[in-house]
């Protein structure tokens, strides 16, 4: 199998690759490296197993080649970062909606026909039921980057249905786990490294979502796209549980070790313009496939948070 990973340097494409080297498959890894890490993949690619383009997706011209050979495709590449687009907001349009155009385009010229895709649960919005099933809708993200997956998702049906493509669509809950380079575990962390008295908490800490480690989740994916053969499958990708933003800060605090340092909230429902205040997704289908999650929320929280302080901290 030939596997191109969008974003695989990346910090869930990274334990993606590792899962598809393991495995046996051919991996092409193309990545601009504006958010990934070359080090998370630089093994695969020493000893042959990876290879590697720095190419950037918006440029179509330079995608196209990429392609050529290629049985599948995981999209994973896109902004990481919800609040960028807060403050840049054509962010997410470029590489979210029209990045994801051009490996579908790119897809199309030669003739690659299975593309999975990481999409979001920021898709569904706000006020979905929780936890919340693949068929809710209509979808109204609130978030530049929610529109931005919602259109990827909608491009991608559009291929299936017009060029006969495959899809896997994956709706993640909070992706957290070793080598994450951005998400609230790894600002706490940083926040107490920088100031180990007092940690600062956008919101009141009653944010509430469902966590799922970053192996079960990369293990989850190829499970689904193992059992399932219909020209679109959308799963939700989760937890069975929620994790508040006030236990989060609990657990860092304790794992750092700065059990002195001051909690402060800056109040209000919501970290930021756009974030969603409570979120948990149904898994029914990823369970009724025989896929069993390995972490709850909390013990995802405590196990990133252990991971991320060796790699921060030392």
């Known amino acids: ?28 890894v193309v990545d601009n490296l504006s958010s990934g890490v070359l080090d998370f993949i630089k093994d695969h690619i020493e ?27 995981y999209h994973l590449a896109a902004n990481p970062d919800i609040r960028l687009g807060t403050r840049i907001t054509d962010t997410d349009l470029n590489e979210g909606t029209i990045a994801t155009y051009n490996v579908l385009e790119s897809m199309r ?17 706000e006020d979905a039921p929780m936890p919340t099933p693949e068929d809710h809708g209509p979808c109204l993200p609130i978030s530049l980057y929610g529109a931005s997956k919602q259109a990827g998702e909608g491009l991608i049906g559009a291929w299936v249905g017009t060029f006969g493509l495959q899809a896997w669509i994956f709706r993640f809950a909070n992706i957290i786990g070793e080598r994450g380079t951005h998400g609230v575990i790894f600002d706490f962390i940083h926040k107490l490294k920088k100031d180990p008295s007092r940690l600062e908490v956008l919101g009141n800490g009653l944010q ?17 796209i193992s059992n399932t053969n219909e020209s679109i499958n959308l799963y939700n990708l989760g937890s069975n ?48 496939l025989g896929f069993k999650v390995n972490y709850d929320s909390e013990e995802a929280v405590a196990h990133t948070a252990r991971v991320l302080i060796q790699e921060i901290m030392g």
């Open 47 to 73: 000893n042959g197993k990876v290879d590697f383009s720095n190419t950037d997706l918006k440029d179509l011209d330079a995608l196209k080649p990429l392609m050529h050979g290629v049985d599948i495709v």
């Open 109 to 125: 010229l030669a003739g690659v026909k299975k593309i999975a895709f990481a999409s979001s649960s920021v898709v569904y919005g």
């Open 208 to 224: 509430e979502k469902s966590y799922m480690e970053v192996g079960d989740c990369v293990d989850a994916m190829l499970h689904v």
């Open 1 to 28: 199998m030939r596997a191109l990973v969008t974003g695989g340097a990346g910090f869930i494409g990274s334990h993606l690759v590792d899962r598809l080297v393991a495995r046996g498959d051919k991996v092409l």
């Open 241 to 288: 549980d929620t994790c508040s933003v006030r236990n989060i800060a609990a657990i860092v605090v304790k794992e750092t070790g700065c059990t002195d340092a001051s909690i402060e909230y800056t109040g209000g429902d919501r970290g930021w313009a756009g974030d969603i205040p409570k979120a948990m997704l149904a898994i029914n289908r990823l369970t009724d």
